[in-house]
């Protein structure tokens, strides 16, 4: 049953009180200490030079960078559980994170690439290769087409891919070397020049998303029942899957391929708000940033003097998550 409106109410705003809490943690905790006051001054363009670059160079553009990425996979993962219709989706079945890393893998070992801007014009135009071959070879356009071939072909191609990429790191050895810092999923080096050219693609992606929301509700409960309301359920299937696949994509460009939150932040959601897919992506929104951060400001500490990636930060806690939901009797169904 759907809970009382007071309540979610109530939930999204403790999320939006998480995440101004996530965003000040991100701001004034790091692996380099400085002071909270340093931190304030340093906010407000005075403070020491050192205050002034750590806050300024380094904090503020990787916690821009995690609200961008956390959001744009916790949407993208509310938008393909409900079009899977299966609780246990998540953005990467449509090959979006191999498609990005075999273009990356290529640019290092063939083109010479090294910088994160580099890798994020690689990573995105990967992205969108994987999936538009995916959309194609699953028959994405063709109403009668269960969601479930979509899926499998994505795994497909993302198998090859992955065997692609594995096949150039190994007999390069510096694109293997390079390789492994950005598939673990990184937050740090991600300023203007690197979220800003992909902040566009997310926008759309955001506004795709919530385009669609209604056409989701209706085919929740089956194509059918959402003809007999009057929704298109062709044009909303794609544009769930471009939705994804620039939301997905663009996170992916940003800082790499990070698992388990397009899983862990969708099925939170829906626990806390009900099915209702407008709530399930505003929710997912304020989440996956919030759990971005988090666990971002949780790598920056966990092995000093060095930091650990976000993405293996999210790796620790998603895979009990996974074991939880798979054990669920109903986490395969919406």
Do not use: K
């Not at 109530?10 to 809490?21: E, F, I, M, T, Y």
């Not at 499998?152 to 990429?165: D, E, H």
């Not at 971005?292 to 060095?306: E, Y």
Request: charged content about 10%.
């Amino acid at each position: 049953m759907r809970p009382p409106r007071r309540r979610a109410a109530a939930w999204v705003l403790g999320a939006v009180g998480l995440l101004v809490v996530a965003v000040a943690l991100s701001v004034l905790v790091g692996a380099n200490p400085v002071p909270p006051g340093d931190v304030l001054a340093a906010l407000r363009g005075g403070g020491s030079d050192t205050a002034r670059f750590v806050v300024g160079e380094q904090r503020v553009p990787r916690t821009v960078a995690g609200l961008v990425v956390g959001a744009a996979l916790g949407v993208a993962g509310a938008l393909m559980q409900a079009f899977t219709r299966n609780a246990l989706a998540d953005p990467g079945l449509l090959g979006v994170n191999a498609g990005a890393a075999v273009a990356v893998a290529v640019g290092i070992a063939f083109a010479g690439v090294t910088a994160p801007a580099g890798y994020m014009v690689l990573a995105c135009l990967g992205a969108f290769v994987a999936a538009a071959a995916v959309h194609v070879l699953g028959g994405a356009g063709d109403a009668r087409t269960p969601p479930g071939r979509l899926v499998v072909t994505g795994v497909a191609v993302g198998a090859v891919l992955a065997g692609i990429t594995t096949g150039i790191t190994l007999t390069h050895p510096d694109a293997f070397d390079r390789m492994r810092g950005w598939n673990a999923g990184s937050l740090l080096e991600r300023g203007p020049q690197v979220v800003l050219p992909v902040l566009p693609l997310v926008v759309v992606g955001l506004l795709l998303a919530g385009w669609s929301a209604r056409g989701l509700n209706a085919v929740a409960l089956g194509p059918e029942v959402a003809r007999a309301q009057g929704v298109d359920v062709p044009r909303t299937r794609v544009l769930v899957l471009v939705a994804v696949t620039l939301l997905a994509g663009g996170a992916t460009a940003v800082a790499g391929p990070i698992t388990f939150v397009g899983l862990m932040v969708p099925h939170a959601v829906r626990w806390v708000v009900g099915s209702d897919q407008r709530r399930v992506l505003a929710g997912s929104l304020v989440a996956g940033s919030v759990l971005v951060l988090a666990s971002d400001v949780v790598g920056r500490v966990a092995v000093p003097p060095g930091e650990m990636p976000v993405g293996v930060v999210t790796a620790f806690v998603g895979a009990p998550v996974l074991v939880a939901l798979a054990r669920r009797r109903r986490a395969a169904a919406l």
